[in-house]
């Protein structure tokens, strides 16, 4: 979760869940995706494989989930 767009509020309540991701063992970090838009709350992620993973938040007051392949 971030609060980089610096949001008014709560902000636990009114973030983005973004994720960056290093390919090289985190000497570089690239390819910020912004999973969901505000108001996203309660982000988690959970590996698949070296390659997927899925991302669960809270978005406008319903559970989602997304697959991410990060290559």
Same mark, same amino acid.
Do not use: C
């Given at each position: 979760? !971030?609060?980089?767009? =610096? +949001?008014?509020?709560?902000?636990?309540?009114? %973030?983005?869940?973004? @994720?960056?991701?290093?390919? #090289?063992?985190?000497? !570089?970090?690239?390819? =910020? +995706?912004?999973?969901?838009?505000?108001?996203? %709350?309660?982000?988690? @992620?959970?590996?698949?494989? #070296?390659?997927?993973?899925?991302?669960?938040? =809270?978005?406008?007051?319903?559970?989602?989930?997304?697959?991410?392949?990060?290559?």
């Amino acid at each position: 979760m !971030t609060d980089e767009e =610096k +949001l008014e509020g709560m902000w636990g309540r009114n %973030a983005y869940v973004k @994720i960056i991701v290093s390919s #090289n063992g985190g000497i !570089t970090w690239k390819n =910020k +995706l912004t999973i969901a838009e505000k108001p996203a %709350a309660w982000a988690g @992620i959970l590996a698949l494989n #070296n390659r997927e993973f899925l991302v669960s938040y =809270k978005h406008n007051d319903q559970v989602e989930m997304r697959r991410v392949n990060i290559y």
